[in-house]
């Protein structure tokens, strides 16, 4: 969903920070390595992509999430804040306020921005279906034009239109479509090249990703615009994917949106599960993650990926899809699933034996802190198929901070380098079992969370 030029300084400092990850392979599932140096975006980089994240403003709140999402992608979308409803609520009135707030935390990290969405019949607010149909082109031309010229040279990509076929390849009887007819489309492209000409402009769709009637519809558009002279760059393929449903003509796709001279971007991506979750079902979305990522990879314009958030806990799904989720890369707790692990891969890491059989992963969680002190816990979670006889979690406190006493584990420190292997009684773990220990620490400043905390089976 999102590519174009990244500044050299950007590129070559991933390139050059991305070294080899490690994945293990237990059981036939994709776990948790001993040591993972390189992020996904660096990964990506490293491969001519991006890997990138979707978020929202009231997920910023969390610091864990907000330290993931600021250091393991090398690209944002706007989830929401960039729609109609909160960018021109009424006619005229233009905020930009929460957008920018994730645009500006982007450019703190040094990630790019994909902009999503100027044009869609959903999150509308209600003024826009009032408006006469002699008006609606100019109100969607001024608003394109108000929102592209204020994002203007802060953005990559522009999702311009988005969603506007049915499964059968037919219009979506939108109210754009309704009022304006068939051109309204081309005019939003037309509106958002005047108002920045270097950004790149997308398409952007569900149920594309495939050879099928609706994507036919986009691919037929698309080439009848490039005919046309009329200004289009890049076809998002949202992918919103179920469990073992990955396309099997997903790469073709890819290629022949490629060949009619256009990008193309994996933009939503999440694959959904029945719920409970099991290592069956993780060993299938590890898979079926591996494709997408493969198919992407074997494309030259496919130019990155970007998952529709990242962690369980931020997920849309079960909130559409009842009884439907674990969708995404990290679990709920954000610890990495064999998902993410298997996407390491792809993108470039290695594989090596499991010493104990098994993995875990580590969430590390302050509880509560006063001036000078602090309570933790940290959760370890099997997350390979089978028993877990010890582990060992690791961690580098960023701030110094000490730990005076620590239950249900047993530490060693060196400097800021914090070491806790299991207790006599808590270090066997059956598959997908969990335990925590804690601890009481003192800090003098901040007592940011460690980004480095991981597990080892032992």
């Given at each position: 969903m999102k590519r174009t030029s990244r500044s050299p300084r950007r590129t070559a400092g991933l390139v050059a920070g991305a070294v080899a990850a490690v994945a293990v392979l237990s059981a036939g599932v994709l776990t948790a390595p001993a040591h993972a140096d390189a992020t996904l975006g660096q990964l990506a980089?490293?491969?001519?992509?991006?890997?990138?994240?979707?978020?929202?403003?009231?997920?910023?709140?969390?610091?864990?999430?907000?330290?993931?999402l600021g250091s393991e992608f090398g690209q944002l979308t706007v989830g929401n804040t960039m729609k109609w409803q909160y960018t021109e609520p009424s006619e005229g009135r233009f905020d930009y306020e929460a957008a920018d707030t994730i645009v500006e935390l982007a450019e703190a990290n040094d990630q790019t921005v994909r902009g999503h969405t100027l044009v869609w019949h959903n999150q509308l607010p209600d003024w826009v279906n009032s408006v006469p149909s002699d008006r609606l082109l100019n109100v969607m031309r001024n608003h394109i034009t108000n929102e592209v010229t204020h994002f203007k040279g802060r953005l990559i990509h522009?999702?311009?239109?988005?969603?506007?076929?049915?499964?059968?390849?037919?219009?979506?009887?939108?109210?754009?479509?309704?009022k304006i007819g068939d051109g309204y489309i081309a005019e939003a492209f037309r509106a958002a090249r005047a108002a920045d000409p270097n950004v790149k402009l997308y398409y952007n769709d569900y149920n594309i990703e495939g050879i099928g009637p609706k994507s036919d519809a986009v691919y037929n558009m698309v080439k009848s615009f490039k005919q046309q002279g009329i200004p289009i760059d890049g076809v998002g393929m949202q992918a919103h994917l179920i469990l073992g449903q990955v396309p099997s003509t997903l790469r073709?796709?890819?290629?022949?949106?490629?060949?009619?001279?256009?990008?193309?971007?994996?933009?939503?991506?999440?694959?959904?599960?029945?719920?409970?979750?099991?290592?069956?079902?993780?060993?299938?979305?590890?898979n079926d993650y591996t494709r997408v990522v493969e198919a992407c990879l074997a494309v030259s314009r496919c130019v990155g990926i970007t998952v529709w958030d990242f962690s369980d806990k931020q997920s849309w799904v079960p909130s559409v899809?009842?009884?439907?989720?674990?969708?995404?890369?990290?679990?709920?707790?954000?610890?990495?699933?064999?998902?993410?692990?298997?996407?390491?891969?792809?993108?470039?890491?290695?594989?090596s034996p499991s010493p104990g059989g098994g993995a875990c992963a580590a969430a590390y969680k302050v509880s509560s802190q006063w001036q000078g002190g602090f309570v933790a816990e940290v959760t370890v979670r099997n997350t390979s198929s089978s028993a877990l006889n010890g582990w060992t979690v690791t961690w580098t406190f960023p701030d110094g901070q000490r730990i005076g006493n620590l239950w249900n584990g047993n530490l060693t420190t060196s400097g800021s380098s914090a070491t806790v292997r299991n207790a006599n009684y808590n270090g066997t773990l059956g598959a997908g079992a969990t335990t925590s220990f804690g601890f009481q620490g003192s800090h003098t400043g901040s007592n940011r969370v460690p980004a480095d905390v991981s597990c080892t089976s032992s």
């Open positions: 980089a490293a491969k001519g992509r991006y890997f990138g994240s979707a978020t929202d403003n009231p997920h910023l709140s969390d610091p864990v999430y907000k330290q993931i522009w999702d311009v239109v988005n969603e506007a076929f049915e499964e059968d390849g037919s219009r979506r009887q939108t109210v754009f479509q309704q073709q796709n890819i290629q022949r949106f490629a060949d009619l001279g256009v990008d193309v971007a994996i933009t939503e991506l999440d694959i959904r599960m029945d719920l409970p979750r099991t290592a069956a079902k993780d060993a299938q979305q590890a899809f009842p009884g439907q989720g674990a969708a995404l890369p990290y679990d709920e707790n954000y610890n990495k699933k064999p998902a993410y692990y298997a996407i390491t891969a792809a993108l470039g890491g290695t594989s």
